[in-house]
């Protein structure tokens, strides 16, 4: 399919109207994320079974609504996990019994120092901290081990409901020394809100722990489309490309002041960085996002839906 030809298939309308049809669904906060790969949806149901009963805890203990929800959950190798790491981070390894399976865990700075403020009595009104990038603490380390206790009794209670396992934490590891097995793995994206910008966490699974239900969940894509989440949409139409341009701002600049920048000048910006780059879709502004790298190229990473 030519440029022209994908330009004439849809208006600009027509485009956002099959993105809403297309996001349209559940209103509950984990409803499925969109994926090709029916081998992960029995995963993506038991992460969302997890992030509500978490989400539950978290705000019955302190009062407030925390909700996590599953961003999208994607296979991929351990070296492509790791090359998103921080030498600072630190990596909770979980072993899951019987098996002996591995899930690693990566708090994201700002969702675990939100959470050990609320542990030590913060209050909503309670000014956001600023998160720091250096190594954590022993303290810091403690508390890491504590929030991954906590998570590890809910993420055993959602597995309940597919067999009886028993997981426990392991280690904290620094990024250099996680394994690099050729095999693939599960990494789930979670947002967490009520507790600032930009707190994450990420769950990554052993392939073996959800391999094993891949005949069974997986389906076709006619299947796939005749279950509602492309109905009525012809292939074609889904494989069109379209554009997705990023910013970091805009701003108003007096033509005499233009006439006179040079190299060094700095321009100020309407968009504030704290909240993240603005994504468009064909010119329509759809999502915000934070910038990052897979391996040596550029990426973002959505982090909310406008």
């Not at 302190?62 to 959950?73: E, F």
Request: hydrophobic content about 45%.
């Amino acid at each position: 399919m030519s440029e022209a030809d994908t330009k004439e298939l849809l208006s600009r309308e027509e485009l956002a109207a099959l993105l809403d049809e297309l996001r349209a669904g559940s209103g509950a906060a984990n409803a499925f994320p969109e994926t090709s790969n029916g081998r992960l949806v029995p995963l993506i149901r038991l992460l969302g079974e997890f992030a509500d009963s978490q989400s539950r805890a978290l705000s019955t203990l302190h009062q407030r609504s925390i909700v996590l929800k599953v961003l999208d959950v994607d296979e991929l190798a351990m070296r492509e996990f790791t090359a998103t790491l921080l030498p600072v981070d630190r990596v909770i390894e979980l072993r899951l019994d019987p098996g002996g399976h591995c899930i690693y865990l990566l708090l994201g700075r700002s969702f675990l120092f939100a959470w050990l403020a609320l542990a030590f009595g913060a209050k909503e009104s309670t000014p956001v901290i600023t998160v720091p990038e250096r190594h954590f603490t022993r303290i810091e380390e403690r508390f890491m081990r504590r929030a991954a206790a906590e998570l590890v009794r809910h993420l055993e209670t959602a597995w309940s409901s597919r067999s009886s396992v028993e997981i426990r934490v392991v280690d904290l590891l620094e990024p250099e020394f996680m394994p690099q097995a050729s095999s693939k793995w599960a990494l789930a994206s979670f947002d967490v809100e009520g507790l600032g910008d930009l707190c994450r966490l990420r769950v990554l699974v052993d392939y073996g722990l959800y391999a094993a239900d891949a005949e069974e969940a997986e389906a076709p894509v006619d299947d796939v489309e005749r279950a509602g989440i492309t109905q009525g949409i012809h292939r074609e139409v889904l494989e069109m490309p379209v554009s997705v341009r990023v910013e970091a701002g805009f701003a108003e600049v007096a033509l005499r002041r233009v006439a006179a920048l040079q190299v060094g000048d700095v321009i100020p910006l309407e968009r504030s960085d704290s909240r993240g780059l603005l994504v468009r879709i064909e010119e329509e502004p759809k999502y915000v996002a934070v910038r990052g790298a897979v391996g040596a190229q550029l990426a973002v990473q959505l982090v909310e839906s406008l």
